[in-house]
């Protein structure tokens, strides 16, 4: 095992499976304590269980993000337990029912329902501002606090504008426009923590096989988080503020 991030707390939302269980464990592979956040507690043990069978040091961590008090919850057993955070990936996201992603109903942008696109921001985007806001007194702790907000091309306005995209014909507008939203706090964030050494940043894990598509991507969740890792790892004059998928730049 590497131990590069030993002495690391990461923390990583919707990391009982999928990309973010992947994460976790690539995290914890290079030596990071990780905390698997989980809306349910006993998945949430099991996958950490899973993670310390192969050395890694895991722990569950209780969070559902679109309840406050679980994120408060979080929030205090981390500064009890570590003092501090040093890796945050919001990570938790959700497709609603009514939103024609991926499969047989394909409902037009303006005939999505208005409490579709509530549920879908309740998780996507205000979970992912309330979690950071909740921790990031504690990444301030860190001497080299990193926040990874994972989004999609599919919330990329450039892509979504071109008819030559790879998925052109992906026009969710709940989820899209959820990544979008999600784009848009990274840079806003970036810009307020400038001047301190956290580093904040949107990931774009690509086409991934989960089961928030019924696993239709013809990506791995191994390259699904090359990305994430590589944000959540970032030298002290890495990026910050930006859009990357694992080649590049993602255009916003």
């Known amino acids: 095992m590497s131990e590069d991030l030993k002495g690391k707390v990461a923390l990583i939302t919707g990391a009982n499976k999928g990309i973010g269980y992947e994460i976790a464990r690539q995290l914890g592979s290079r030596g990071a304590i990780v905390l698997v956040g989980a809306r349910d507690i006993k998945r949430g043990e099991e996958a950490a269980n899973k993670l310390r069978l192969n050395e890694i040091d895991a722990r569950s961590v209780q969070l559902d993000v679109t309840e406050q008090k679980t994120i408060d919850s979080a929030a205090k057993q981390i500064e009890s337990e570590f003092g501090k955070l040093d890796i945050l990936v919001n990570n938790a996201g959700i497709v609603s029912d009514g939103d024609a992603y991926g499969g047989k109903l394909r409902l037009p942008p303006s005939q999505v329902d208005i409490e579709t696109l509530r ?8 979970g992912v501002f309330a979690v950071t806001k909740a921790l990031l007194p504690l990444l301030k702790k860190s001497t080299a606090g990193r926040i990874v907000n994972i989004s999609s091309g599919l919330g990329s306005l450039t892509q979504n504008s071109d008819p030559n995209y790879e998925f052109a014909d992906s026009k969710p507008l709940a989820y899209n426009s959820s990544k979008t939203a999600v784009n848009a706090l990274t840079v806003l964030l ?40 590589r944000l959540a790892t970032l030298p002290n004059d890495g990026s910050s503020g930006g859009f990357f998928d694992e080649d590049g730049v993602v255009p916003w």
């Open 119 to 126: 549920h879908t921001y309740e998780t996507n985007v205000f």
């Open 190 to 229: 970036a810009a307020e923590l400038k001047d301190t050494p956290i580093k904040i940043n949107a990931a774009d894990p690509g086409f991934t096989a989960t089961d928030i598509n019924q696993y239709q991507g013809y990506r791995t969740v191994e390259q699904g988080a090359i990305a994430a890792v």
